[in-house]
């Protein structure tokens, strides 16, 4: 079993639909989790980022952490053609070397 | 990201070749780590460094790579006598060292090997 699982889809929804992208894993030690945007041939660039349990709102964008299920989720409102991307969630134990991963999800918003 | 620097953005080498792949962080940023990525593939862990320490190489295979960052110019990610295996996208990231925001790793735009 792979400490972080990401279903890599595709995910495909038409322009303005809500999007809920997800991870689960393994170690209950995580504490810190990300999520990142990856626009094809680019670097990851980080979208949120939230320590422990809870809810963490940016705009369009929220992340969600459960802890005591292990899984963590990434809600994106009102969805944009240009948030086509792949997103890759990761978590930390909380040691600079310890980050994980997932495989990425690839979503296209159509017009 | 636009702060983390990785040059080249592609490279092309012949099987048996040396590859040098550069990584300057972002000011103010003491803490280096390198990843490899394969086609539909997640991020890999190779190896997190300091300035003139290697901290963690668990994730590099042990022959053929090697890493540093030295004290002064940016880390270097080198891979001798390359192999078609080895094409892949390779990113640099960096982060503070400090506190809860060490955690946080900023990613340069990557560097495209091919091996031909």
């Known amino acids: 079993q792979k400490e972080v699982e990401q279903d890599p889809g595709p995910l495909s929804v038409p322009e303005g639909a809500i999007v809920s992208l997800n991870c689960t894993y393994s170690?209950?030690?995580?504490?810190?989790f990300m999520w990142y945007r990856q626009y094809s041939r680019k670097g990851p660039e980080l979208l949120m980022y939230?320590?422990?349990?809870g809810n963490k709102e940016d705009g369009r964008f929220t992340a969600q952490v459960d802890k005591s299920s292990k899984y963590i989720s990434l809600f994106i409102r009102d969805s944009q053609p240009s948030d086509s991307a792949t997103y890759l969630c990761?978590?930390?134990?909380?040691?600079?070397?310890?980050?994980?991963f997932g495989a990425g999800t690839r979503l296209t918003v159509k017009p | 990201n636009a702060g983390v620097m990785q040059n080249p953005r592609h490279l092309v080498r012949r099987r048996g070749q040396e590859a040098r792949l550069r990584c300057s962080p972002m000011k103010g940023h003491s803490h280096v780590y390198w990843y490899r990525q394969l086609p539909e593939e997640g991020l890999k862990f190779m190896v997190y460094?300091?300035?003139?320490?290697?901290?963690?190489e668990s994730g590099m295979p042990k022959e053929r790579f090697s890493a540093e960052f030295p004290k002064e110019g940016p880390s270097i990610l080198r891979i001798q006598q390359v192999v078609r295996g080895d094409s892949a996208a390779y990113f640099c990231a960096s982060s503070p060292g400090d506190s809860i925001a060490k955690n946080i790793q900023y990613f340069g735009a990557g560097t495209r090997l091919s091996v031909l």
């Open positions: 939230t320590y422990s349990s």
């Open positions: 460094l300091q300035k003139e320490n290697i901290i963690d």
């Open positions: 990761a978590m930390s134990v909380g040691n600079n070397n310890d980050m994980r």
């Open positions: 170690n209950s030690a995580f504490q810190y």
